[in-house]
């Protein structure tokens, strides 16, 4: 049972969202908010985040709602934390602390598990000092109560929590050069990526599964989706090979939030490098979301953030059968598809879109091969576009469409007719 409590700086629009935000957040973490107080201030208090007579004000709220939590939409700093406890005599969670303890939970692999541990430890670390949160993870998390820590076992704490980071970003670092080896022989094989990312509960997972069950002959591989924060944690890459037989890999990720956490972010930076090494970013944007222009905007700057934003992106406005028509034209995007990841709508101008953007330098061509040179057939049958078959003699002649890179090696066989 908590109380939330919010400042809105110099009047932002989005912060009638971003409440909303943090009160599912809560949800997310099994917390219910029970009562809710509002500020407007200029900037924030340095010694409690909110003004001095605010904190008296949620002092009475969490009587008056019987709470034991209090949650502040915002990161606040150590000694804002502290203090803030000490005067009200409770566990106080900012916005941060409370989307690192959702990705705690949600967290499946042994690598999410990693990074997100390093990244929990990483924001405890200047936050030690006799405040609940250093030693709620040690007695279960959000809720727990817990006091009086000495100053010699504090440092020594302080010690243990810095060896443990280390040691953890070591194993971290080390599952980083697997996964590069395996991104390795992908592009061996010459194949581009393209990676989904956006705002969490935008809908990447669903357009993921939409295009794995369209155009993947490896179905059943399908990644998990569903209506709440953070469904997604791990990026999960798959193959996706058009009737043209075009093929690419298609990463899914783990959706941004506004205010993402700075650890998190650098913690999960091995998990992000699918999206630092892609050849097109699709960013999915939830159309029928009011708010979708600062979501884009904060996708961007995370983008920005784990230095991927030089990578072309086709802007994806998705769940447009929520959106009325008068509303879809109103919707401003750049070069942007509108389309419907749950009912399939509109799926077939992105991968035109696809076909323009990465595919651009595909060439048509025209090969002679011999007969018996079964091998070759049928690489070209699985791994390019074959538009007309004849026969000259003893040998095949094939009208092709294929990858720079196969055009390449096919050069011995390309006839002029
Ligand atoms: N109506 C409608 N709902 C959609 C559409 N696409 C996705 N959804 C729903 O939106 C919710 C979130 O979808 P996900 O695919 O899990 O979203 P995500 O972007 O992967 O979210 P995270 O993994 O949390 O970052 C689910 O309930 C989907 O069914 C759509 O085109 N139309
Ligand atoms: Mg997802």
Redesign the pocket.
């Known amino acids: 049972m908590a109380i939330a409590v919010g400042v809105n700086i110099n009047h932002r629009k989005e912060y009638e969202e971003s409440m909303t935000e943090l009160i599912n957040l809560a949800k997310a973490c099994n917390i219910k908010c029970v009562g809710r107080l509002d500020q407007n201030l200029k900037r924030p208090h340095a010694q409690y985040y909110v003004g001095s007579g605010k904190v008296d004000e949620i002092r009475m709220a969490i009587e008056a709602f019987d709470a034991n939590l209090v949650i502040i939409n915002h990161e606040l700093s150590p000694s804002q934390l502290r203090n803030l406890e000490k005067m009200l005599d409770i566990r106080v969670v900012d916005r941060t602390n409370l989307i690192l303890e959702i990705f705690e939970k949600r967290a499946k692999s042994r690598e999410a598990k990693l990074q997100v541990e390093a990244a929990h430890l990483q924001y405890l670390l200047p936050r030690l000092i006799g405040s609940y949160a250093s030693l709620g993870r040690q007695s279960g998390g959000v809720g727990t109560k817990n006091k009086g820590v000495g100053e010699k076992k504090l440092e020594l704490d302080r010690r243990k929590v810095e060896q443990k980071i280390h040691e953890l970003n070591r194993e971290i670092e080390t599952i980083g050069i697997e996964r590069t080896t395996q991104r390795k022989s992908r592009v061996e094989a010459q194949m581009p990526n393209i990676a989904l990312v956006?705002?969490?509960?935008?809908?990447?997972?669903?357009?993921m599964n939409a295009m794995l069950d369209l155009y993947s002959r490896t179905a059943g591989k399908k990644v998990?989706?569903?209506?709440?924060?953070?469904?997604?944690l791990e990026t999960s890459v798959r193959q996706i090979r058009l009737p043209d037989r075009k093929a690419f890999t298609l990463s899914?990720t783990?959706?941004f939030v506004s205010e993402l956490p700075h650890e998190l972010v650098k913690a999960f930076r091995a998990t992000l490098e699918e999206v630092k090494n892609a050849d097109l970013l699709l960013h999915?944007i939830?159309a029928?979301n009011e708010n979708y222009k600062n979501h884009m905007k904060v996708t961007l700057e995370t983008l920005d953030e784990i230095g991927a934003s030089e990578i072309p992106i086709v802007n994806v406005l998705?769940?447009?059968?929520?959106v009325s028509e008068k509303e879809l034209n109103q919707l401003e995007a750049e070069n942007a598809i509108s389309?419907?990841?749950?009912?399939y709508v509109g799926i077939d101008q992105l991968v035109d879109k696809i076909k323009d953007t990465v595919f651009k330098d595909y060439v048509k061509c025209v090969v002679r091969i011999p007969s018996e040179d079964g091998k070759l057939y049928s690489y070209l049958n699985e791994n390019t576009y074959i538009m007309d078959t004849s026969f000259i003699e003893d040998d095949i002649i094939l009208s092709i469409e294929c990858s720079p890179y196969d055009h390449a090696r096919l050069e011995k066989y390309i006839v002029t007719i």
Request: negative net charge; proline residues 0%; glycine residues 8%.
């Open positions: 956006g705002y969490t509960n935008a809908g990447k997972s669903t357009l998990f989706e569903k209506d709440m924060l953070f469904a997604t899914d783990v959706g999915v939830d029928s998705n769940k447009i059968d929520l389309l419907s990841s749950k009912s």
